[in-house]
């Protein structure tokens, strides 16, 4: 069964640092997702994309935070400079159709710790 | 804003006792309600949902009912057993977005 795939499944870094965390979504889908998941709290969205460009993002994805689709399969998220509240797991997701008439499928996730 | 609650946030049951679970939400325009599962540490995972042109929908154990009036809909497992231990998220969709809304989630041990 195709999956989402995520890279890497924990990273460590110093506060200030830039982290980019990978992503490989299912190859037929078209939505792209990442949310996020501190430890014992509810899972939170971040930002979808589609078609090349942004469709939404939450209050949470501020400047420090960016997207690409660099060629056909892999799907990043960029923090620029993290912050200690960075600290959190990574989900990303993807979806055939729109969120509301498709499932959408989540990686393993990655966990990132900012010390 | 768009809000999701759900109860309760722990949930101790007995082997083939049910569990339900409980959730409100407030954007009119959602239209689809899936329920996570997720194991300590890993993905959630995808065990039913349910669009707003339905009411009930049944998968073996696993139920889910919603009430478009009320806002709100459920989560039922019957026959539990110790493997469907984990947190359970139920989510909706935010109005006409491609984003979900998560509640804050369901510990359910069930004790053999």
């Known amino acids: 069964e195709p999956e989402v795939t995520q890279t890497p499944s924990h990273q460590v870094t110093q506060m200030g640092q830039e982290v980019i965390l990978r992503c490989v979504p299912i190859?037929?889908?078209?939505?792209f997702y990442w949310y996020r998941q501190i430890l014992g709290q509810k899972v939170e969205f971040l930002v979808s994309?589609?078609?090349?460009?942004?469709?939404?993002k939450s209050e949470i994805f501020d400047d420090q935070f960016s997207v690409e689709r660099p060629d056909g399969s892999n799907f990043t998220l960029k923090i620029r400079s993290t912050k200690l509240e960075d600290s959190a797991m990574y989900f990303c997701?993807?979806?055939?159709?729109?969120?509301?008439?498709?499932?959408?499928?989540f990686g393993e996730g990655s966990r990132l710790t900012v010390l | 804003g768009e809000n999701v609650e759900q109860h309760p946030s722990t949930l101790s049951v007995q082997e083939g006792d049910s569990a339900v679970i409980k959730c409100t939400y407030s954007?009119?325009?959602?239209?689809?309600f899936p329920w996570y599962k997720q194991e300590l540490g890993k993905r959630p995972q995808l065990i039913i949902d349910?669009?707003?042109?339905?009411g009930e929908k049944k998968d073996q154990r696993i139920a889910v009912t919603l009430n478009k009036t009320a806002k709100h809909f459920s989560l039922h497992i019957t026959e539990t057993q110790p493997e469907d231990s984990a947190v359970y998220f139920c989510?909706?969709?935010?109005?006409?977005?491609?984003?979900?809304?998560f509640g804050t989630g369901t510990r359910l041990q069930v004790f053999p």
């Open positions: 190859s037929n889908h078209l939505y």
């Open positions: 989510a909706a969709s935010a109005g006409h977005t491609d984003k979900l809304i």
């Open positions: 997701a993807s979806s055939v159709n729109r969120v509301a008439t498709g499932e959408l499928f």
């Open positions: 954007d009119s325009a959602s239209n689809y």
């Open positions: 349910i669009r707003s042109n339905v």
């Open positions: 994309f589609y078609n090349n460009e942004i469709s939404e």
